[in-house]
């Protein structure tokens, strides 16, 4: 056993610690994306399941279902849920979006089609709601049928607020609130639930998932500026490319002279962007602080939802979402 | 009072029978289509639910409650949940089949984009389910996420039996007990399971909500190549131009000789059609059954539909299910 060696990475070590209960996950996942009637449908979703997802979601259930003392298996049936939404989510993004590429590999509406994204992407969602039922748990469905709906409204968001230079830190911060923290704090909250957890035990659960949410995303988005391939799997300045407002350009160009301002207006609300524009961007936001504000805006939440976990029992789980929590801002050190 | 006169329409006596429950259900639908954060999330399902759609599931859904002698007001919720169901079906629809027209108007696709319709559709799936969980109802919930998983299997099968000369009666009925039936028939049965109704009873108001929805999937496929522009808000050969393996082809094919068989074969799986082919498909129907088969087999779908409401305690909101039955293939006789 490795679960004590600070050197194997928190999420591995989740991963290890969890290797029984993720193994009947799996199991369900296959069990569940089967269609009697349309084998595109399995196809499709193997394409992504098998794909080197981390899981990360359906760990957190079951662990937090875990870390509150749970004994039984409808934790695996969460688990197999929350995953479903996300390979959804994932599915319905690469249509809207028009992604070619997803986890390395070529995406499904590029190797099927548009239509086959969208219908298997419905098939998941309704296959998840049964895995719900099963638990017999009303709570716990309605905790993800209302994640299920703010997921789409930080979707639909994001949409009327790309390439606006006046979306604000508040938006920014309902828009990843919804595409995905709303996921990250269902899963824990629900764990919780489901194991008859005390109510501040349920609430710390769920703040942690929702400020580890938080941190991903604004990690996500500070290396996208920062970060080279080989470390992240897409390059440096795709949204920069894309015109999309994330933190570092949001603080960037808040703190915008009449100068800088006519350069941002320029290469995101109008798209006319040349060669050495991104170079000019990073010079710009390293300059005023930006990139330092949002990397301590990641720093910050990471440190939110750590705290919130002294609520919890000590064990060597609670341990691992502390460590997983500083793990995710750790790139950024 | 009109509820005897048998020259309304059965749909509106039912409208007029239940207009105070559908009020509450158009109230109902109003407040959950909105959205906090994201404006064009009501805008999109305005468009469509505003759109003079007849609103038929939910109606199915609070009369099965109402025969079963359901005195409270989740049918309400239900009946919400079933129509958002069908409308985000609706939605995704357009966008798989690229349509440009639905009852009469441009489609959401073609007036918001392609983006917007899978969201919102996603949206109204979480919103359906929400609805549901507020029912306190786990029976309710898995037959209506059971539907909503064979909904999306059926359209799929579609896609993959397009254009396929080889596709068989049994995977046509296949296709449309998902794409059509299994709505109807949850809507019918979570109404009388949620009245609390006999399994007797449960199970007449499911398998009537099945067979209408054969029986109204058949008529309307026979009707796209029967009926006028006028009668059906879409032309006369939409289907064979889109080379769609319905009913009355399927039909036609297994009929065929060798040089018939070479017609459909350059029609349909080649997709060559010329000038004159969709009135010599006609003739071929006409000459060889086809057409009489399919009639015949949407007449022997409705009566079926009817014998199972004997189970049912005599009642006005009984006669007009029946009426319903009747009316839908009124148009073939």
New interface residues.
């Given amino acids: 056993m490795s679960l004590d060696d600070k050197a194997v990475k928190p999420h591995d070590r989740l991963a290890e610690a969890l290797a029984s209960d993720m193994a009947a996950v799996d199991a369900l996942i296959l069990e569940r994306m089967a ?4 084998p ?2 399995p196809e499709v979703t193997a394409h992504l399941v098998g794909a080197g997802g981390k899981k990360l979601r359906p760990m957190l259930t079951v662990a937090a279902a875990r870390i509150c003392g749970y004994e039984g298996t409808l934790h695996h049936n969460l688990a197999a849920a929350v995953e479903f939404i996300h390979t ?1 989510t994932l599915l ?1 993004d690469d ?2 979006d028009e992604s070619k590429q997803r986890r390395g590999r070529p995406t499904a509406n590029l190797l099927w089609d ?3 994204s ?6 998941l ?3 998840s ?2 895995l719900m ?1 099963d638990t ?1 748990n ?1 709570r716990v ?2 905790i993800l ?2 994640a ?2 703010v ?7 994001q ?2 607020a790309a390439e606006d230079m006046k979306t604000s830190e508040e938006t920014y911060y ?1 828009v990843i609130r ?1 595409k995905t923290a709303a996921l990250f704090s269902a899963s824990t909250e629900a764990g919780a639930v489901l194991a008859g957890a005390t109510e501040d035990q349920v609430e710390a659960l769920r703040d942690y998932g929702e400020a580890l949410g938080i941190a991903f995303q604004v990690v996500d988005d500070l290396l996208d500026y920062l970060s080279d391939a080989k470390t992240m799997g897409k390059n440096v300045g795709d949204d920069f490319r894309e015109r999309k407002l994330t933190l570092p350009v949001i603080k960037a160009i808040s703190k915008a002279g009449d100068e800088d301002r006519a350069f941002w207006t320029r290469v995101i609300e109008k798209g006319d962007q040349r060669e050495g524009d991104l170079e000019h961007a990073l010079d710009l936001m390293q300059a005023n602080g930006a990139l330092d504000e949002t990397r301590a805006a990641a720093l910050d939440w990471a440190d939110r939802g750590r705290a919130r976990l002294a609520v919890l029992p000590e064990s060597d789980l609670r341990e691992m979402l502390d460590d997983l929590a500083d793990y995710v801002v750790a790139r950024l050190r």
Same sequence: chains 1, 2.
Avoid at 35 to 38: D, F, M
Avoid at 151 to 157: K, N
């Fill in positions: 269609s009697r009637h349309a595109r449908i959804a319905h249509v809207v548009n239509k086959s969208v219908l298997v992407g419905d098939y969602f309704a296959r709601f049964q039922t017999n009303l469905l309605s049928s209302s299920s709906a997921i789409t409204e930080g979707e639909v968001l949409l009327s309902t919804g």
